[in-house]
């Protein structure tokens, strides 16, 4: 089983990528669960069609007798959708919600149940507490890829992350396995990105190019992987996934 | 019938002077040439701290009180670090293992605990580390304080390629009275020696506990840490939770046959016969006396309610939370046949505020005969010694001394220790 975790500052398209990610490789043969650590909850959505009840809203509902069909939904071509969830906006403990959720999807073997090959775990903006640093431990994500722009807040959002596993680096946790740039066309954008990944040692893997047909398949809530499979952003995605398996398996 | 009990739902909690039991830094000191450091704020040490000094264990705890800087500036891991460093500069003698306590603040934190366990190992070579949590925010988990810190403390083994024909109780927290029938069964089953932590008087006799052919799980409290010393030790268990059920004794001693694989030659029927008799001769001393327990006393109450009303106790009351696994059974057959049988939560503020005023019975427990200001009270915690027909024996000789013998209820909370 692969894990692998997708960080990157807010708003960056961390799940946009992430699940046309879990599409593409879902039609590569494999079995994917994409997991969404966000509290807003919205990074499966595209895949399953729909937005599902995270695990922290589920075990509020019923804190004792959850089951993984009560957190576990099936999305896009057999791929398997979780979200973790957040506390009420404003008030509780983000970092605490992914620490639970994960804890309640070990409870209940998800991972040995569905058996998936690949699991991706989409986390939220920045490294800033413990609980959103859980997905890079040792157990969980064995690689860490950057989801950012050429945009200043997008590379420091993307440095601190680095800088988080670079911390972590003596202990068994995640090793970074690249930059993934989201353009947003500005200027000098590639040679920006390609500069910060060489300052944190890092490199660049793909370059996915500012598509107005992201938009479109987004307003059909699907991927672009299912909505537009022979597009141009398509195959960019399923080079991407093909990139990340290689960064993977070395 | 639902399983649940309406006197169980979620309320303000309220908690008598008689309420407790062990406490984590008592049962932490179970560890010998053990030192613990709470790494908490100050007001989290205050309990673990009197219930030190009451114990004589004040020399071997130490606490770093955590700032709100600390929390929030990410320095929390380094300091542990140098915490430890501190402690170790100050003791004269270096102790084998360090208990590393943590409390709720930490649920919030989320350490990578086990990270930075192979960091201080790595760091002050020669001593074991282990993080317990002292974290009443997990109580209702399933793996609640009192489970964690037995899991914990038995991790400290290391793992050993030597089987021996020994046996390990775990789970409670004082060994089993010498003078019951399970150490000659077990030895007759080819057992050269049951160990209990309490009787390791060094840290390498307690490691020695790592070469156990089985693990006893004598209490629930004690099955997380047979789940984890099977996965780490290869160390098989066996739950035999104590019960005063004399055909749950019978097919207790059975299973263990199966589980050593071994038949014994030992005649248990005249310690059955032994036991009947101590049942009927107190059943005869306390007559009509009406008799309440709670959940303190014995991890079953349930159970043993269920069982005393068969043998003809009056059985009155039952002081416990919410119960689970098969105590469920054992409730359900109460509210069923015997709806006479109160069940109250000690620690609901209502159980406090009826009239419980009995006076003329007798309480198996401090906290029932607290709320009740019974007369008569049993001095019994935890299941503490008891095991098999001879538990069943000691037990009914100690309901028969209660009565003949009273006890002062505060003579006992302060003689055990409890702290609030």
């Known amino acids: 089983m692969l894990k692998i975790a997708i960080y990157g500052k807010g708003g960056i398209g961390k799940s946009t990528t992430t699940a046309n990610l879990s599409a593409a490789l879902s039609t590569m043969g494999y079995r994917v669960l994409q997991i969404g650590c966000d509290p807003k909850a919205d990074s499966t959505k595209n895949l399953v069609g729909r937005s599902i009840p995270s695990v922290l809203e589920q075990l509020q509902k019923n804190p004792h007798g959850l089951t993984r069909e009560d957190l576990v939904f099936p999305g896009f071509n057999s791929t398997f959708c979780v979200e973790s969830g957040g506390p009420t906006p404003g008030i509780g403990c983000a970092g605490r919600g992914i620490i639970t959720a994960f804890e309640k999807l070990e409870e209940l073997g998800v991972y040995e149940t569905y058996a998936p090959d690949i699991v991706f775990y989409d986390v939220l903006g920045d490294v800033v507490c413990g609980g959103f640093a859980m997905p890079m431990r040792d157990g969980y994500a064995d690689y860490v890829f950057i989801v950012t722009s050429g945009e200043m807040m997008a590379l420091y959002a993307a440095t601190n992350i680095a800088s988080a596993i670079k911390n972590f680096g003596k202990r068994n946790y995640a090793k970074l396995g690249g930059i993934i740039l989201n353009q947003r066309n500005i200027a000098n954008e590639q040679a920006l990105t390609e500069q910060m990944a060489k300052e944190i040692n890092s490199q660049l893997i793909a370059s996915l190019p500012r598509d107005g047909i992201v938009q479109q398949a987004e307003a059909q809530c699907k991927t672009v992987v299912e909505a537009f499979p022979n597009s141009g952003m398509a195959a960019c995605y399923q080079e991407l996934a093909s990139k990340v398996l290689e960064v993977c398996h070395g | 019938m639902a399983n649940s009990h309406p006197c169980f739902a979620k309320t303000l909690l309220y908690t008598s002077p008689a309420h407790g039991g062990w406490g984590l830094v008592r049962v932490g000191m179970l560890v010998p040439e053990s030192f613990q450091l709470f790494i908490a704020p100050a007001a989290c040490g205050r309990h673990g701290a009197i219930s030190a000094y009451q114990h004589g264990y004040k020399d071997r705890l130490a606490y770093y009180f955590l700032e709100e800087q600390d929390i929030i500036s990410g320095s929390y891991e380094q300091q542990i670090l140098q915490a430890v460093e501190q402690v170790l500069s100050r003791l004269a003698q270096k ?34 580390f282990s993080f317990c949590h002292m974290n009443p925010i997990r109580n209702e988990s399933k793996l609640p304080p009192p489970a964690h810190i037995q899991q914990q403390i038995f991790r ?83 739950e035999l939770p104590v019960s005063y059920a004399l055909d749950n004794i019978d097919q207790q001693y059975e299973q263990l046959q199966q589980a050593l694989g071994k038949t014994s030659s030992m005649d248990l029927s005249v310690l059955r016969q032994q036991a009947e008799q101590e049942i009927a001769q107190t059943r005869q001393l306390l007559g009509d006396l009406p008799i309440l327990l709670d959940g303190a006393a014995v991890a079953h109450p349930f159970a043993l309610a269920w069982f005393l009303y068969q043998q003809g106790f009056s059985v009155a009351g039952v002081f416990a939370e919410q119960p689970t696994g098969q105590e469920k059974h054992y409730m359900q057959q109460i509210l069923e046949y015997c709806p006479q049988i109160k069940i109250q939560p000690p620690r609901h503020p209502r159980t406090m505020l009826r009239s419980n005023q009995t006076q003329q019975a007798l309480a198996i427990g401090f906290e029932a005969a607290y709320i009740t200001q019974s007369r008569y009270v049993m001095d019994l915690l935890n299941d503490e010694t008891m095991f098999g027909y001879h538990g069943v024996c000691k037990f009914m000789k100690m309901l028969r001394n209660s009565y003949i013998s009273p006890n002062n209820l505060q003579d006992l909370i302060n003689a055990y220790g409890l702290v609030i």
Not at chain 2, 106 to 116: C, G, I, V
């Open chain 2, 95 to 128: 102790p084998q293992a360090i208990l590393l306590f943590v409390t709720c603040i930490d649920d919030l934190m989320a350490t990578d605990l086990e990270s930075l366990t192979i960091e201080l190992a790595q760091r002050f070579c020669g001593i074991d």
């Open chain 2, 156 to 238: 400290l083994l290391k793992s050993t390629d030597n089987q021996l024909s020994t046996v390990n109780c775990i789970g409670n927290l004082l060994p089993i009275d010498g003078q019951c029938e399970l150490y000659s069964f077990l030895h007759s089953l080819g057992i050269s020696q049951i160990k209990h932590i309490s009787q390791c008087k060094t840290y390498a006799q307690f490691q020695t506990m790592a070469t156990a052919a089985c693990n006893l799980v004598l209490s629930p409290n004690g099955l997380a840490a047979a789940k984890r010393m099977k996965a780490d030790l290869g160390i098989p268990y066996l």
